[in-house]
C-alpha cells in the first residue's frame, strides 16, 4: 500500500530514457535523487528555504562537495526518511 505527498512527485527515469521530454522537470519543482536505488523524486523549490531540508542539503555537501554522482542533486539518505521530511514539510 503505497501513499501519495501532494508536494512531492515521484518521477520515473532511467539511464536508458531519451526523450528530453520525459525528464523535464516542472517550473517550481527540483529533481533529487534519494536512497540507494537513486530514486528520482520531483520537489517543490520552496522546499530549498525549510530548515529542515537544508539539513538534508547539507547532509549531502559533507558527503559529496559539489560533485554528485548523478548530475543531480543527490540526498544521503534512506527514502523513509527523506519521504517522512517531504511529508513534515507539507504540513508546515
Known amino acids: 500500500?503505497?501513499?501519495r505527498l501532494p508536494g512531492i512527485?515521484?518521477?520515473?527515469?532511467?539511464?536508458?530514457?531519451?526523450?528530453?521530454?520525459?525528464?523535464?522537470v516542472p517550473k517550481g519543482y527540483l529533481a533529487v535523487y534519494?536512497?540507494?536505488k537513486m530514486k528520482r523524486f520531483l520537489i517543490p523549490v520552496s522546499?530549498?528555504?525549510?530548515?529542515?531540508f537544508q539539513e538534508l542539503l547539507s547532509q549531502?555537501?559533507?558527503?559529496f562537495g559539489y560533485s554528485h554522482p548523478t548530475g543531480?542533486?543527490?540526498?544521503?539518505?534512506?527514502?523513509?526518511?527523506?519521504?517522512?521530511t517531504?511529508?513534515?514539510l507539507n504540513n508546515l
Request: charged share 25%.
Open 72 to 84: 543531480g542533486l543527490t540526498i544521503p539518505c534512506n527514502e523513509d526518511v527523506f519521504l517522512h
Open 1 to 3: 500500500m503505497g501513499f
Open 9 to 24: 512527485r515521484r518521477s520515473s527515469f532511467s539511464a536508458s530514457q531519451s526523450s528530453r521530454k520525459e525528464m523535464e
Open 60 to 63: 549531502s555537501e559533507e558527503e
Open 47 to 52: 522546499f530549498l528555504n525549510e530548515p529542515l
Open 34 to 36: 534519494v536512497g540507494q
Open 86 to 88: 517531504a511529508s513534515r
